[in-house]
């Protein structure tokens, strides 16, 4: 197992459909990984000086992400890494803490 710093460009058009997937507690019942990737997803923090979001996943997969990606996040993301495996629960969140939230963009964007 390993517990990523996960870095990718949202496509900001459908973070709203993302957002109603995670609400409707579609991601978390996916098996074998869907309440990690709720988890990152829903608490996801967004870099504005270069447009990515942050957020931490645990993960079996090699390569890294790899059914992650496939159900969900590639229809949502783009340019996505793993920065590094941080190797316990809660280290990439305090590296990342001070960023805000993805979904405060998505609120001010669906006001305008």
């Not at 517990?3 to 957002?19: G, N, S, T």
């Not at 997803?41 to 942050?54: P, Q, S």
Request: charged share 35%; aromatic share 12%; net charge neutral.
């Amino acid at each position: 197992m390993a517990i990523w710093l996960v870095k990718a460009k949202p496509k900001y058009e459908k973070l709203q459909e993302l957002r109603a997937r995670i609400n409707s507690g579609e991601l978390s019942a996916m098996r074998p990984f869907g309440t990690s990737l709720d988890d990152g997803l829903r608490n996801a923090k967004l870099k504005r000086e270069d447009g990515y979001a942050y957020w931490e996943e645990e993960d079996y997969c090699r390569p890294p992400l790899a059914q992650e990606r496939k159900a969900v996040l590639d229809d949502y993301f783009y340019d996505l890494s793993v920065v590094e495996d941080v190797r316990e629960n809660g280290k990439a969140w305090l590296r990342i803490d001070g960023l805000p939230s993805i979904w405060n963009y998505v609120k001010q964007t669906k006001k305008n």
